[in-house]
T-cell receptor, first 114, second 110 residues
Framework: NAGVTQTPKFQVLKTGQSMTLQCAQDMNHEYMSWYRQDPGMGLRLIHYSVGAGITDQGEVPNGYNVSRSTTEDFPLRLLSAAPSQTSVYFC?????????????FGSGTRLTVV | SQQGEEDPQALSIQEGENATMNCSYKTSINNLQWYRQNSGRGLVHLILIRSNEREKHSGRLRVTLDTSKKSSSLLITASRAADTASYFCATDEGYSTLTFGKGTMLLVSP
C-alpha cells in the first residue's frame, strides 16, 4: 500500500496564480483532511471531509477550496495565491473512528508564493 | 484554534536518558494521540489513548492521560539519537478531525 500520496512535493507560485494540490489514499479511509504547518504554529486545519461528496471548513479555510468526488482523492485548490499561503501543506486520512489506527499523513507539499 | 499545548517547547538530552513531554488541552475528548515528525517529513502516528484509559505502553513509549486535569504525558525511555524529532499531541473531540498542539522539539545527543 502506498498510504497517502501528495503531489507535488515542492511548488513556487506567483501571487494571483491558482493551483491544485493533489492528495490520494489507497486505504479506503472515510475521513480526509488538509492541514497547513507554519513555523511556531503547529498544524492548522484547512478543510476536511467525512466521505465522498461531503466537505466542511476547518480553522483556516479562506483562499482554499476542496471537493471529494471519490473516497480516494481529496484535492486542495488555491484560488488566487497570496504570500500568506506560503507554508507546508499536509493531507491526512483515517478510518471513521480514529480510535482504530490514528491518522496517516502524506509527506507534504512545500509551497512558496512570491 | 489550538487545543493541545505541549511543554516544553524544546528538550535536549543525552542518549540513554528518558524524555518526558507534556500536553494540556481544553475541552472533552474521545482520544488523544501523539505523533512524531522528523525534519522536513510528514507526521507519523505513535500512540493513541482513549478517554477512558489512564496509561498505555508501546515499546519504549509510555503515555498517560488525566482527563480531570485535561493533560497527557509522553515518556520515551532510553532515548536514542534517532528519536530526535518534533512530537505533537492531537485531540479527537468527536468532530471528525484532529486538533494539534504546537509541538515539542526533542534533540537527543550521542
Amino acid at each position: 500500500n502506498a498510504g497517502v500520496t501528495q503531489t507535488p512535493k515542492f511548488q513556487v507560485l506567483k501571487t494571483g496564480q491558482s493551483m491544485t494540490l493533489q492528495c490520494a489514499q489507497d486505504m479506503n479511509h472515510e475521513y480526509m483532511s488538509w492541514y497547513r504547518q507554519d513555523p511556531g504554529m503547529g498544524l492548522r486545519l484547512i478543510h476536511y471531509s467525512v466521505g465522498a461528496g461531503i466537505t466542511d471548513q476547518g480553522e483556516v479555510p479562506n483562499g482554499y477550496n476542496v471537493s471529494r468526488s471519490t473516497t480516494e482523492d481529496f484535492p486542495l485548490r488555491l484560488l488566487s495565491a497570496a504570500p500568506s499561503q506560503t507554508s507546508v501543506y499536509f493531507c491526512a486520512s483515517s478510518y471513521k473512528s480514529s480510535h482504530r489506527d490514528g491518522y496517516t499523513f502524506g509527506s507534504g507539499t512545500r509551497l512558496t508564493v512570491v | 484554534s489550538q487545543q493541545g499545548e505541549e511543554d516544553p517547547q524544546a528538550l535536549s538530552i543525552q542518549e540513554g536518558e528518558n524524555a518526558t513531554m507534556n500536553c494540556s488541552y481544553k475541552t472533552s475528548i474521545n482520544n488523544l494521540q501523539w505523533y512524531r515528525q522528523n525534519s522536513g517529513r510528514g507526521l507519523v502516528h505513535l500512540i493513541l489513548i482513549r478517554s477512558n484509559e489512564r496509561e498505555k505502553h508501546s515499546g519504549r513509549l509510555r503515555v498517560t492521560l488525566d482527563t480531570s486535569k485535561k493533560s497527557s504525558s509522553l515518556l520515551i525511555t532510553a532515548s536514542r539519537a534517532a528519536d530526535t524529532a518534533s512530537y505533537f499531541c492531537a485531540t479527537d473531540e468527536g468532530y471528525s478531525t484532529l486538533t494539534f498542539g504546537k509541538g515539542t522539539m526533542l534533540l537527543v545527543s550521542p
